[in-house]
């Protein structure tokens, strides 16, 4: 497989630094690490420079096995405290 100018061979294992990625400043901009939600009002593949800059869960075989409870919980809809 050919990524960009690097060929992989099979067997090979990369490693993603998710915390490097979802840091990075020419990806996120100045305010990498701000707290900004208001960066993801136009959605998650607006928020960075690269539409799939963001991967909290990981992907593939290793991903997160809590994946499926979060995303069911964040669509619940929330009660007002009184």
Do not use: W, Y
């Given at each position: 497989?050919?990524?960009?100018?690097?060929?992989?061979?099979?067997?090979?294992?990369l490693?993603?630094?998710?915390?490097?990625?979802?840091?990075?400043?020419?990806?996120w901009g100045?305010?990498?690490?701000?707290?900004?939600?208001?960066?993801?009002?136009?959605g998650?593949?607006?928020?960075?420079?690269?539409?799939?800059?963001?991967?909290p869960f990981?992907?593939g075989?290793?991903?997160?096995?809590a994946?499926?409870?979060v995303?069911?919980?964040s669509?619940?809809?929330?009660?007002?405290?009184?």
């Open positions: 497989m050919k990524i960009g100018h690097l060929e992989i061979r099979t067997g090979t294992s490693v993603v630094p998710f915390l490097k990625l979802h840091t990075d400043k020419a990806i100045e305010d990498t690490r701000q707290f900004n939600p208001l960066r993801f009002q136009n998650v593949s607006q928020a960075a420079n690269n539409p799939n800059a963001l991967l990981s992907i075989p290793r991903t997160c096995i994946q499926n409870i995303m069911i919980q669509s619940k809809p929330r009660l007002s405290s009184l």
